[in-house]
């Protein structure tokens, strides 16, 4: 089971014709043939519509909206509906609310509201998911099942408390490897009957919110429970369409670096990966660029789709700019070239009322095709149209790693000392942020990946080590790999306890360094960090942190200039086997990452065309029958200007480009490349 | 039924014998004596000393603060009790403290925390009401009762949830009406049955407080409910009083530009208006005369009662400035202008104890006459006393209005998108401020008011527009009038569903234009605006809010300078009828505003007579026997000298005027001239 | 009952060998050893360990616990083991857990979690403190007695709503004294029975947390009787402990200004102080101080323990920086210049697990000897061996005094006006920074305490005023000795009531001010004040608060410079007996408040031997033979050369000073001289 069957990238989106007389249908598939829309997600919040009350079903609706889709040739993406639940079904069973992180009960409203633990909705979901499936299995324009909506959030009910140790007793066995495990000796804290475990929460471990617990240990497991019981919803329901739908493919969209569920833990399960993409501003191509590697990831480099993008503004933020002309269509083609196999919007018509009456959609408010988003819709609708089959299933043939871990990440960041001001995302946007500038293609993928095939593996702040982890990235070194890792990297095993060892711990021998203690600091404290030496020297800036280094056989390469640690090392690499593993001790500004891994680059070819050019992206996809797509992304308000990097036809205009002719790039504009064979 | 009758503007306010000894009333009135102190507000929070158990009333200690007052020669404000209920009643009936908005059930504390919806709160207050009014009926010195105490809050009991859904019943009949307004095909909301609603709070569809709902239908309904469920409790009160006091007129004391009520479905249940003026500072001269204005608007240019300001400090803010000498005196006479019959401060005596210990009073702590409060109080005393019935029931003849409306300030703060940033009240507060610079006598008037005599209406921010307002406007552009309004006006009906056609819907054909689309940044994103051409040409700043114009016959008067936009319009002029209707798509600063409001008031002559002379406030009333009497009032801390726009008696000092003569105002200065007939 | 017996200031700490495995323990000992630790803290959260069930106790490991640390001749701090309550008991005994302020009853979690009045907790706490002494009572190795853990926050819940009320029946007999008391005539809140009063929370009086309440009466009370509750925790322990260990002294670990719980109500029950010192940077040498000598103060003078501070950094800030090289040895002497009579760690190995693995040890993770940490901490053992039984038993000789009050803290700051801005603690400091930068030798004492052997008392901020305290200020005024106060003294009796006379109340004859009426501003608005005249002019600023003095015979020694009341007093002195009252009206800036201080300290022989050099902390303590330890701390990170004030030897380095001779301290640097006799 792999990526839905299409003939080209299918464009179009959410629809919602639920919500609108059927008169209104017809002008919407007339501007849908004007916009080359050709696939519909329908039905992700229909549950009160198809069951509008226990034990009654009603599909009457939806199946002249589904047979509207189809005689209009519209594919489409049909959702179980289970997003929100209903009215009648939280006021007839109180326990399908979830109880939140306060400890309060809630009652109906909003949406994603289910509890995951509740028999009541996994009996009734299921049920509902088993129905569309039988009901629309056999409708050829359905391609893909959409189960649930931006899996999320958490319940601490007593449902989920007992869900919590019937998924402990799994993991532990016993009480007395549960208490090893939590360090329950700390704070009298020893659990000597199942029972006595609670959520962690405002009324128990937490104070401060969600980051602050007395026991990290406890605290990662309810992560880890919460991802897995929504997980157990998502194959509920799957589990329900594969009674009628052996062969359909089956997703659910996700939301990219979303904190509270590790997707990876949920990559297995799902036939092909699909995200929602609403970045917070104008600024944030790299950023996007690593969340479409990352969703890419999850299933071994199988494309994704790109479920839901706003066609212009969004509506949930306190300030919700514009996307300016030309960006939409931009950060379009970005995920494609990044492994989209779809391009579809939140939202085909602009809902009327309650809280997402703002948000942009393709068809607004007075239903004009003369709008400057429905214009842009459509050009890209056309585009789309030309580039026809060329990107399906293509793959990026990436020789660098960039680990990301949630484990990491939640260990990281809710734990005490030594800095809250320490984000993982951060982090890692900086690591990344370089290798996006150098152009390099890479890989996001878990700390469990193959590592094999990689030159080069960067692993910022990987602070949790599990498994054989650094003995694969021993490997990497060992036969001539590169492995960049940094500070508050290799501090815990998988229970969250620290290594009995100098940190940084497992990685230690690669790294060939210890670290004999470290300081924290407000952002306000700078320490200077000079990088190199000769002509090669530049002075960067440090913040946050700074791990004071031991050398154990690595080589300087950066060292401090402030403070009574002023001289010692900040950055080093260290030969191992045939290669290096590289540790940076300090919280380098982006001159300094960028300088390190540049450092770290050089011993492997794999920049890309354009390392020096700013705000010129590339990216390349090998198609199944062996061409390669290159695609060049201008994400400045000015055009630039280089040359072509090898010969090939632009897959949009159908020029020709030779190797080293003048290529120019509009503002935001875009080439798609297919590099002569 | 209207004012209370007296023989010249009362001067008092809110007196708590109950805290003291007897022997302690005797200096008070000896000081109120001297003061020329004539009217006192009794028994605002007696209802633990009238009730102390229940069935047990007990006026004794009542009766002798009434006797005291009254043998004194000093009017009463009598006041039925009801501001905080005892804590007897809160242990007997649990059901009478409120559920807050996280759904925590309170216990006894406070004030102000009945929960509005409880039979046993109604029950009991209303009989209290009945009771002191049958007491002190007849009793010749209470010349009007005031009912509660600064109504507000909100309750989300399910006593409340109960009064919401009758009331829903009431205003949709049937659930497909009610499913409908909502929207609630959206995120599978419909309801099937009248119990499945809950009251809209953090267990149901908010998070982040108040302003963030998933359905604004349901908040705003719910912020109509609560307006009402407290109205309610007013009417069950003013019912009971008037059981045995059929003429005396009834009021309660509003806090004026504040949210959670909406003053105009009160304002015709009482017989006058009244509120409590505490500025948060020292610059809100506009914002006081913009509040005066409205609660004046209440009751169609009726004038109001003052029933409170400090004389001094006020306690409750994190930082509490004291009133620089002379702020106390011009303010209570910027009331004055602006429509007060009564000039009463909170409090006569400073409190002892609790909370308001330190809030400012006539008396303080030490019993003192000589202190600098106690002589400004005699002073304005003195005046008051000079100017008797001089003002008694005069109007502004304005020929101005601005619309203010409480469903607009609802909508557009709960409203997901475009902007949190967009505040109502600082949109109105701009758009007032160019009026009042302006000199212009107006009117703050109701979506409802009759718009008939006016020759220009000013409508900021009127996100919601009911009824048959838009013809109303219409018609005053229609017949030579100007209308002005600004971005995100005209979107949404009573429901808070979008008008399906181009913003501004309904406005569209009065302003001449259609907006596009709309662009929302944080305040540190600026666009300049060129307003107007050749020597009147200005540049000005706008922020947060930017709608894309697209003239549909609107002359363009101000256009952006910047962004992709640049050179497009953000102020429009459009011919309608024999007036125009003007547009300001941006957010612009108050030098822009106030371009703009001069630039649509020049058809009108209705400038006062110093619109060039800044901080010189001027106001105009009419008596009953059509004498007019001009206020000019000198905000500033040095003295201004001007002409004489007019020749007259200055009441305060007796001193005549010329027309052209110089007039010099100090420092916080005040004429009130009784212009010549 | 007092000090514990020791030869030498004891060195050492936490220590958790229940943690690890008992190879690990020989490891820690034969560190321990090069580091000449000999004294550890056991069992401070050792409950579920010692007491895995109801009625089941087992002593096996901590036997072995105490017989090893015995066996290697360390002595033993042996806590009761209730700092935190195990698992089992929260779940077989809800009522053990505690209800927060928001009124959410917390289940297991975290650590001091019990609630204090409940039954079960307190049987069974002392049962465990009962059994615990018993059975190491008559081990040698045992010096002292640890209750419990830095007891602090407070429970909601209706056991301790009815402790609330027999506390209310204690101390005021009747609800007629108590109404009185409360002032409950303002709101209606009279109570009739006790039984209508409730705990003051976030569902009773208050608002915007635990500072804002509608009744200050009410909310100092609990305030009081949770200091109280937790107290009696405390003597049920001490109680049960002295039934087998009649003479080993009892402490628990305070926490310094820790507003929570009065520690002057706890002083006289401890038979000594002792705390735990975590300063939030490395910039409160002077805050360090004041805590030292608020500790020492507790109990007259006493000699008190350095019961906990981090070796290196700490784990539960926000950011968490290091100790830098020479800080902790620094100071630690700092404590023991002061008045510590022990030098202790929290903690000696470092957790693998929980919230406090990142917390500094003596020996890290990887149980290295060759850190910097545990080097620092193995030269002050050698240090500390070489001073011996010399301090031991020490006194300072003050002749001032500082006013550190309790009560008028938690009035002050649950105020209703006049500024939120004002902080009590910031005051004090401020004042106590200019005695510390003179050299004083001082005490921080209670408002109770005997004040007659000083010279000079220093009183900011005092807030309320309590007994017979205001006559003994001027008792000592008129022998001749110098008080000094600061604006919001004086203002409320014991219930937080006004004074019902001019302000500062009882403290007006001694200050000869009166204060008509004061201003409240943000801390943007500075008011310059003029200190001095001639020469000694100094121009200084003022902010906050500004209080209008009309002196009543004080001389004027300042005044405002701006505003309405420019040229009006804002420091005042009074001639009053022999001696003087000062009077500080105003927010001055550290400038200001030191040179008033200055002016105040020069009728009185108190500066210390180096007033003029910033940094170097001197402090004198007595021992019991009479002999003077002079201790100099250098705080700067740069060198200070100075001159020896006085022979002696340095105990450090057995090196001789003699007066007038040259005297270097490196940077951090500590000199101990024993004065010649």
């Avoid at 793959?395 to 005490?416: M, N, Q």
């Avoid at 306890?497 to 404290?525: N, T």
């Amino acid at each position: 089971m792999s990526l839905p069957v299409t003939a080209k990238v299918p464009f179009g989106g959410d629809y919602n014709p639920e919500q609108w007389p059927e008169d209104v249908w017809k002008q919407d598939h007339r501007l849908f043939d004007s916009a080359r829309i050709d696939l519909v997600t329908i039905g992700v919040f229909d549950w009160a519509l198809v069951q509008p009350a226990e034990g009654v079903y009603d599909f009457s609706l939806l199946d002249r909206i589904v047979e509207r889709a189809a005689a209009e040739g519209r594919g489409i993406c049909l959702a179980t509906g289970t997003g929100a639940h209903p009215a009648w079904l939280a006021k007839a069973y109180p326990e399908v609310t979830r109880t939140d992180f306060e400890g309060r009960k809630r009652r109906f409203g909003q949406r994603h509201n289910s509890c995951p633990s509740s028999p009541v909705f996994r009996r009734l979901s299921v049920e509902l998911a088993r129905r569309v499936a039988r009901r629309y299995a056999d409708t050829p324009a359905v391609v893909a099942w959409h189960v649930g909506n931006e899996y999320g959030g958490a319940c601490y009910c007593d449902l989920c408390a007992a869900g919590f140790r019937a998924w402990l007793r799994h993991r532990y066995g016993t009480l007395d490897d549960l208490n090893a495990a939590w360090y329950t000796t700390f704070w009298s804290h020893t659990f000597t009957d199942w029972e006595q475990i609670e959520p962690p929460s405002a009324l128990t471990e937490h104070w401060r919110g969600p980051d602050h617990t007395a026991f990290q240990g406890i605290t990662l497991d309810y992560l880890r429970f919460s991802s897995d019981a929504m997980l157990a919803n998502f194959l509920d329901e799957k589990t329900a369409i594969r009674e009628s739908s052996p062969s359909l493919p089956v997703t659910t969209n996700f939301m990219g670096m979303y904190r509270p569920i590790d997707y990876h833990r949920w990559a297995a399960h799902l036939d092909f990966a699909s995200w929602d993409n609403y970045p917070p501003d104008d600024e944030s191509a790299a950023r996007m660029a690593l969340t479409h590697d990352l969703m890419r990831g999850l299933k071994d480099g199988q494309p994704f789709w790109l479920m839901e993008q706003s066609p212009g503004v969004t509506a949930c933020r306190d300030v919700n700019p514009l996307k300016r002309p030309g960006l939409m269509r931009l950060w379009s083609w970005q995920a494609v070239a990044h492994g989209a196999d779809a391009v579809l919007f939140f939202q085909l018509r602009a809902s009327r009322g309650a809280s997402e009456k703002y948000h942009g959609a393709v068809i607004g408010h007075a239903g004009r095709s003369d709008t400057r988003v429905f214009r842009e819709v459509a050009e890209l609708g056309a585009e789309l149209d030309r580039l026809g089959p060329a990107s399906l299933g293509a793959r990026t043939p990436a020789r660098v790693a960039l680990l990301f871990d949630w484990d990491s990440w939640w260990a990281l960041e809710i734990s005490d000392g030594p800095s809250r001001l320490v984000r993982y995302q951060q982090v890692v946007l900086a690591y990344h942020r370089a290798l996006w500038d150098a152009g390099v293609d890479l890989d996001v993928v878990a700390v469990t990946a193959d590592l094999s095939g990689y030159d080069v593996v960067v692993a910022p702040a990987l602070h949790m080590l599990k498994g054989d982890l650094p003995q694969r990235l021993e490997a990497v070194a060992a036969r001539g790999g590169s492995v960049l890792t940094t500070y508050l990297s290799g501090r815990v095993d998988e229970n969250d306890q620290a290594f009995l060892m100098d940190v940084p711990g497992p990685l230690g021998q690669l790294m060939g360094v210890r670290i004999d203690e470290w300081d924290a600091r407000g952002p306000e404290v700078v320490n200077p960090v000079r990088l190199g030496g000769g002509a090669d020297q530049v002075d960067v800036e440090a913040r946050l942190l700074f791990e004071l280094v031991i050398p154990q056989g690595a080589q300087v390469v950066g060292t401090y200039q402030a403070d009574f640690y002023a001289g010692t090392p900040a950055v080093t690499r260290n030969s191992f086997g045939a290669g290096e593993g590289w540790y940076v001790a300090a919280g380098l500004d982006q001159a300094g990452v960028s300088w390190v891994v540049r450092q770290v680059l050089a011993r492997h070819d794999v920049l890309g065309p354009y390392p020096d050019t700013p705000d010129l992206e590339s990216a390349v996809r090998v198609a199944p029958d062996g061409s390669r797509l290159l695609f060049l992304l201008n994400h400045r308000a000015e055009p630039i200007e280089v040359t072509a990097p090898t010969s090939g036809v632009d897959l949009l205009t159908g020029d020709r480009a030779l190797t080293g002719s003048a290529l120019r790039l509009p503002a935001y504009g875009v080439v798609v490349l297919r590099e002569d064979g």
